[in-house]
């Protein structure tokens, strides 16, 4: 897999084509498993994870899916290419950070990845563009059942699929979905909102999920525990609850374009034009900036670009895609500079 030609693509979780797509920018779900043979990563040696990853590999490899899989070694990426996994969401922070052998295989639409020797041995993740749980979790069961032919994991008749974390024992399952909320954030509504849902044990966390940031007023919610909760049971809980959050920043929008049209008009004009001429940038301005403007488009107030142009450019101005597109490494100041005029070419186009 050629990660410099991946950087001028778009991924399945960028298209803004799925449902609710104007708020929602992607469902995904995530199994975390373990091989019956093996101690959990926490007590495995060196050796012990070569023989995960050469027998896991195999095995990805051998898989009869829809599509062709790329596997990468991570262990042997350079650090720019790991991060430019982590900012398309393929691998996570754990794996890219990790030692020692690892492994990730993602399918060629970028919809699918298992990465080998995470936390886990093996972290299964599939991708939907817009609110569709459902497509996630035809697939994501389609292609474990593939893989437990082939292998065995560990499980327990009485507590499920045994995981490294605690709060993954069980169905082993993560249902998230990645919201963009900038009205709730404006109104200061959406603190009230996550409170909420820490009451129901949903967890809410930023755009690269946990302990990462909320940048550009986006936001991961998803289900803090799967213990003693079937994967039906998980996946209704937000599938009830997200339509609730969605109506509610539609109507937040609805009521800040009647109260004061002029001025959010202003606010959306004034960060494109500063993305349209800026001449340095850092990528938290970027991502600021891009949230006005993909709300203006949404609203209307920008009738000249497209939401799956802006989704691009949320990740195509990170600092390891910037680096990827412009063939150079890059010092902060450089990258600044570097990102004003990549901005500046792209919304030119337009």
């Known amino acids: ?42 007590r495995a040696d060196d050796g012990v994870r070569a023989e995960i990853e050469r027998m896991m590999r195999r095995h990805l490899q051998e898989l009869e899916l829809k599509g062709h899989l790329n596997y990468v070694d991570v262990n042997a990426l350079e650090g720019l290419d790991r991060q430019f996994l982590v900012e398309r969401q393929l691998i ?27 936390e886990d041995h093996l972290r299964i993740q599939v991708f939907q563009s817009g609110f569709n749980l459902e497509r996630c979790w035809e697939e994501i ?12 994991y560990a499980f327990s008749e009485q507590l499920g699929y045994l995981t490294a974390c605690p709060t993954n024992v069980g169905t082993g399952i993560r249902v998230s979905v990645l919201l963009h ?35 550009g007023d986006f936001y991961q919610i998803s289900n803090q525990v799967t213990l003693g909760k079937s994967e039906a049971q998980l996946l209704k809980n937000l599938r009830d609850v997200i339509p609730n959050i969605l109506e509610y920043e539609r109507r937040v929008r609805n009521q800040l374009i009647k109260e004061n049209r002029p001025a959010i008009h202003d606010k959306v004009a004034r960060a494109y034009g500063t993305l349209r001429s800026a001449q340095a940038i ?69």
């Not at 709730?184 to 509504?189: F, G, I, K, P, S």
């Not at 938290?284 to 900036?289: C, H, I, K, N, S």
Request: hydrophobic residues 40%; aromatic residues 4%; without cysteine.
């Open 1 to 42: 897999m050629d990660l410099n030609d991946l950087a001028r693509s778009s991924g399945e979780w960028l298209k803004g084509t799925g449902p609710e797509s104007d708020i929602v920018m992607s469902s995904r779900i995530r199994l975390a498993r373990n091989l019956s043979q093996f101690p959990f990563l926490s």
């Open 92 to 118: 996570s922070r754990e794996l890219a950070e990790s030692h020692g052998s690892r492994g990730v295989g993602i399918s060629a639409q970028e919809n699918l990845s298992l990465m080998v020797n995470e």
């Open 141 to 152: 069961n389609r292609v474990d059942d593939l893989l437990e032919e082939r292998v065995s």
């Open 181 to 215: 909320l900038p009205a709730l954030v404006a109104t200061r509504e959406a603190q009230k909102v996550f409170h909420a849902l820490q009451k129901i044990h949903l967890t809410v966390r930023g755009l690269y999920g946990e302990g990462s940031q909320a940048m």
């Open 282 to 350: 850092s990528s938290e301005e970027t991502m600021q900036l891009l949230s006005h403007v993909r709300m203006g488009v949404n609203l209307g107030l920008i009738d000249d670009l497209d939401i799956p142009i802006v989704n691009e450019l949320f990740i195509q101005t990170q600092p390891a895609h910037l680096q990827k597109l412009r063939k150079s490494h890059l010092e902060s100041a450089e990258r600044n500079s570097a990102r004003a005029a990549y901005l500046r070419e792209r919304l030119a186009r337009n």
